[in-house]
């Protein structure tokens, strides 16, 4: 058995969380020495009976080999921290989970995420800033951090599987027990393009604790952190504060002053959150003009021939994009997304207040 399958069953025993699980490998060295330690080891490094006993237990009675089986039956890989394809993100974070289990694919592109979080019970208006921030941020290659939960999260996923961008899932279960269930297909939509990610084994119920410890690792792999909706005792906001404690930017999206699910961005906002109008604050935060090497965008993305008739729009003069949509009888959505993506690949340039010139 080689160490990265050692500590695949270590991280099995959920009770010892990433922090335990690491004091005990820099205390011990090795996932081997770990994974064999008996009730007099564990009380040496100050591990109570009972939890000594419950780990004892599951050790022999866990099959490692089946269990790796098992795995490779679902599709799903587990990756380390400090192997080259872990999310360089959520490696910066404290308490990072030593083991991801990964189904889908992990890309360093990733690096240039944002998380989209907010209420399971979503207004109208909700959906509606969630579809157009996650389906325009999704086109300039950015990639669409979520928890698939009901509301905000279904709708982020969606929108950024629609723009033909990359989206991640962060499951507070095993990736074998999808939850909530009705969105088993959205799930396996989003590992075919992106990746559903868990720090839970296999066959792990998702229970309540779960998912206020899975927050931390919707932050962790984002650059930025977009609230959208969330009531004054949320999980919206536990997600805010880890990013904040993380040193990630925080964004928020206000909504209506009557609206009970306006708490959590207008709470942010008052203590320091930046607003978000338009998905182009996202984008000029990540700065992504100058990151991105735009001869690579264009061979991820070829012209169009929405792109041709904007150019052919904008050929004698600049123009403001709902005059484009006029012309090129596109909705202002649509040129608003196609003006991101094209400004990235040197097509077109924004002269500010909405205004656009052909390059």
Not at 150 to 171: C, F, N, Q, W, Y
């Amino acid at each position: 058995m080689t160490e990265k399958n050692y500590l695949i069953a270590l991280s099995a025993f959920v009770p010892f969380g990433p922090v335990r699980l690491s004091l005990l490998l820099s205390y011990f060295k090795t996932a081997k020495k770990v994974w064999s330690l008996s009730l007099s080891d564990l009380a040496e490094v100050g591990i109570k009976e009972k939890l000594a006993l419950e780990f004892i237990s599951f050790r022999d009675n866990f099959n490692i080999e089946a269990y790796l089986e098992r795995l490779k039956k679902f599709g799903i890989d587990c990756v380390i921290k400090g192997e080259e394809n872990y999310p360089k993100n959520l490696a910066e974070i404290d308490s990072a989970p030593l083991v991801l289990y990964v189904k889908g694919s992990l890309k360093s592109l990733d690096t240039e995420s944002v998380a989209i979080v907010g209420s399971r019970k979503m207004t109208s208006y909700g959906r509606e800033v969630a579809e157009k921030f996650a389906y325009e941020i999704s086109q300039a290659g950015v990639t669409i951090i979520s928890g698939l939960a009901r509301g905000i999260d279904t709708v982020a996923h969606k929108s950024a599987l629609e723009g033909g961008g990359r989206t991640i899932a962060v499951v507070g279960s095993g990736l074998n027990r999808i939850y909530p269930p009705e969105n088993t297909n959205l799930a396996l939509s989003i590992a075919k393009d992106g990746a559903l990610i868990s720090e839970y084994p296999l066959d792990y119920p998702a229970l309540r604790l779960n998912f206020a410890a899975r927050n931390r690792i919707i932050s962790g792999l984002s650059k930025i952190v977009l609230v959208i909706e969330g009531a004054e005792k949320s999980g919206t906001l536990l997600t805010a504060s880890h990013a904040a404690e993380q040193g990630r930017t925080v964004f928020a999206v206000p909504g209506q002053i009557t609206s009970p699910l306006s708490f959590a961005p207008h709470f942010l906002i008052q203590n320091g959150a930046k607003i978000a109008f338009s998905p182009r604050d996202i984008i000029s935060e990540l700065d992504l003009q100058f990151k991105v090497d735009t001869a690579e965008v264009e061979k991820v993305m070829p012209k169009d021939k929405e792109e041709e008739k904007i150019l052919l729009a904008l050929e004698s003069e600049p123009l403001h994009l709902d005059e484009i949509a006029r012309i090129c009888s596109f909705s202002v959505s649509l040129v608003s997304s196609k003006l991101i993506v094209m400004e990235m690949k040197g097509m077109v340039k924004s002269l500010g207040s909405g205004i656009y010139k052909k390059l």
